[in-house]
């Protein structure tokens, strides 16, 4: 049996983490905030910035590289047989040390028509641990008609917007799913295991005072 002792792989995001992921690892946190996620065993990458969010393997290779090669030897017969050399799932740790922007994930079947990807990104949450008074936001808790959004977004009125959510407090052991299309964002004060589908698609509703780059229709080619 061949046994891999995975580094961390902890692509740049735009919002802080609070030095979790490096607490409940045991080793001393990064001095940079902005790495607030650990990608475990990922064949995903950042979307549009490839290889970042890649596992490398102690040898150099990529864990993708290695699946492709050995797909039976990696993920089994039944997975194979079933996904193809694919593993089909995504999980991180996450550390938010601010809440995260309000945004929404696309469906599978949008993501299919619209970006070339047989994945949406469904998530589920497992909360580690969480301050006192941590909370999510899940949803609209009345009908917002899509004209009042596109207002909201426009003009950044992030209060109209968060007032409109449902806001769930959360603590450690506490699990959430996450369905693609629905509005969400995380508290500041939570550490998290995500499990999701394998994207990395986000739509941003919120971004004022988040260091995201690039023009307002993002970097999925929509605009």
């Known amino acids: 049996m061949t046994i891999y002792r995975l580094p961390a792989n902890t692509p740049r995001s735009f ?3 609070d030095g979790r992921i490096g607490r409940f690892r045991g ?6 905030p902005y790495y607030p996620e650990d990608w475990i065993a990922s064949t995903t990458s950042r979307h549009g910035a490839a290889p970042a969010g890649l596992t490398t393997l102690p040898d150099g290779r990529s864990l993708a590289e290695a699946i492709a090669a050995d797909p039976v030897w990696w993920l089994g017969e039944r997975h194979v047989a079933e996904h193809g050399a694919d593993p089909a799932i995504l999980v991180k740790l996450l550390d938010a040390g601010e809440r995260l922007p309000l945004h929404v ?6 993501a299919a028509s619209h970006l070339a ?15 006192p008074g941590a909370a999510v936001h899940l949803g609209f808790a009345r009908d917002v008609e899509p004209g009042e959004l596109a207002g909201w977004v426009a003009d950044q009125r992030i209060d109209r917007m968060l007032d409109a ?3 769930v407090p959360v603590r450690a052991g506490d699990a959430i799913l996450c369905p693609a299309g629905l509005p969400h964002a995380i508290g500041a004060g939570v ?3 995500e499990v999701q ?16 780059d690039g023009p307002a229709a993002g970097h999925l080619g929509l605009g």
């Open 197 to 212: 589908e394998p994207t990395d698609f986000s739509v941003l509703l919120e971004w004022a005072g988040f260091d995201v």
């Open 191 to 193: 550490l998290m295991v």
């Open 165 to 167: 959510t449902n806001r």
């Open 27 to 32: 080793v001393r946190p990064a001095d940079d």
């Open 105 to 110: 994930h696309p469906d599978r079947r949008f």
């Open 117 to 131: 990807s047989p994945y949406g990104k469904t998530e589920a949450w497992v909360i580690v641990s969480a301050e």
């Open 15 to 17: 919002y802080r983490g």
